[in-house]
């Protein structure tokens, strides 16, 4: 994209160290052979508990992301909480350890992103990354681009972009995309909550931004919008500022971690956000200690007394200030069904923030309950 929207600085030094620590073969030009080993010493694994609101720079992938923090906590296991597009910068929580349980409370929450919809070019990629396949001369009025935003309000059907992680047949939309390949997906129900022009820098660029829900393409909304305005569209800048409870002030430059890690333990772990801060949108329920052990053993407890809170679906369980569980609570019943290990832990539990008011809209009943894989 031109002036008006600069690409942030791309992420070169993490990616050339990220290839530097690859393994090479004897000629050292390329991978090792099957069977040989890295003899390269490796720092010691630990425990690490906790979310990292990584402000991802664009040029870097989510799963390079997620590498550089892991190698830089040198923690054992580490997940994201939702694919960001190489070409996008922005909020990228990243779970370490323990919270890696609670990572389906953060993909489920609502995410605002700010991008820019270049007119007049549509690309095989919907971004600026790929290659034209439709043009026009045409360029909408201000008026126009917000009368076309009002029909993208709401729940709405959208078809994914053909370069996309989606799976058609047990492979990938864009590894099909990238062969050749005829893409055809299917229309989903997403769901947008806001979306408004915010700039409008000249005719060719528009800045909109967005609350979505899960499942959103922005670069499709960007196609879809230049061909209901009469023209061609495509994402041309792209930056996601929150997601779920986790807001853009939080967010900590991949700059500034490094030099934490640079400076030590202390200032690395001050980075680091509590397990418990993905569950600020559900209910927290406080158990006594012979209750919290039942739920430990995967056993239910009864909320039994006068005062009991009278509770349905999911709750972050907490005793003694520390947070224990995840469960359902049914009938005056709470079943556990994720129990959080503190015990190898390297640093003491953090509690959880407190908690913030819960939107209207969600709906923790229709929280998954299967825990995604995670880089280990």
């Known amino acids: 994209m031109n002036a008006p929207f600069p690409r942030p600085e791309e992420a070169?030094?993490?990616?050339?160290?990220?290839?530097?620590?690859?393994?090479?073969?004897?000629?050292?030009?390329g991978p090792r052979g099957q069977g040989q080993r890295d003899q390269a010493p490796r720092a010691p694994k630990r425990d690490v508990d906790g979310w990292v609101l990584l402000d991802k720079p664009s040029g870097m992938t989510s799963t390079q992301a997620v590498a550089v923090v892991k190698r830089l906590f040198a923690a054992k296991k580490a997940g994201h909480a939702g694919t960001l597009d190489p070409l996008a910068s922005g909020c990228l929580p990243i779970a370490l350890g323990e919270a890696t349980k609670t990572v389906p409370y953060i993909m489920d929450g609502r995410k605002t992103y700010r991008f820019a919809v270049?007119?007049?070019?549509?690309?095989?990629?919907?971004?600026?990354?790929?290659?034209?396949?439709?043009?026009?001369?045409?360029?909408?009025?201000?008026?126009?681009?917000?009368?076309a935003l009002e029909g993208f309000l709401g729940q709405i059907m959208q078809v994914p972009p053909a370069y996309s992680a989606l799976k058609i047949a047990g492979e990938r939309a864009y590894d099909l995309a990238r062969e050749?390949?005829?893409?055809?997906?299917?229309?989903?129900?997403?769901t947008i909550h806001r979306i408004e022009l915010v700039e409008r820098p000249?005719?060719?660029?528009?800045?909109?931004?967005?609350?979505?829900?899960?499942?959103?393409?922005?670069?499709?909304i960007a196609r879809d919008l230049g061909r209901l305005l009469g023209t061609r569209g495509h994402v041309s800048m792209l930056r996601r500022a929150c997601v779920g409870p986790?807001?853009?002030?939080?967010?900590?430059?991949?700059?500034?971690?490094?030099?934490?890690?640079?400076?030590?333990?202390?200032?690395?772990?001050?980075?680091?956000?509590?397990v418990g801060s993905a569950l600020e949108e559900i209910p927290q329920l406080s158990v006594t200690p012979s209750d919290a052990h039942r739920l430990r053993c995967g056993q239910p407890v009864i909320l039994r007394g006068r005062d009991a809170p009278i509770l349905e679906g999911h709750v972050a369980i907490l005793c003694q200030e520390s947070l224990i569980a995840i469960g359902d609570a049914q009938g005056g019943e709470v079943l556990p069904h994720r129990v959080f290990n503190w015990a190898k832990q390297s640093r003491p539990p953090v509690r959880p923030a407190a908690p913030r008011p819960a939107r209207e809209d969600f709906a923790p009943a229709d929280l998954p309950r299967d825990e995604p894989d995670f880089e280990a």
């Open 180 to 190: 050749g390949a005829e893409v055809i997906l299917e229309a989903r129900p997403v």
């Open 246 to 274: 986790f807001l853009e002030e939080d967010l900590v430059p991949l700059d500034e971690l490094r030099a934490r890690a640079e400076a030590g333990d202390a200032d690395l772990f001050e980075a680091l956000d509590p």
């Open 12 to 29: 070169s030094a993490d990616l050339a160290d990220l290839a530097a620590r690859a393994p090479r073969g004897r000629d050292g030009r």
């Open 118 to 147: 270049t007119f007049g070019i549509e690309t095989d990629t919907d971004d600026s990354e790929g290659k034209s396949v439709a043009e026009s001369d045409h360029r909408p009025s201000d008026d126009e681009i917000r009368t």
């Open 202 to 220: 000249d005719a060719d660029h528009a800045v909109l931004e967005a609350e979505c829900g899960k499942g959103t393409y922005v670069r499709a």
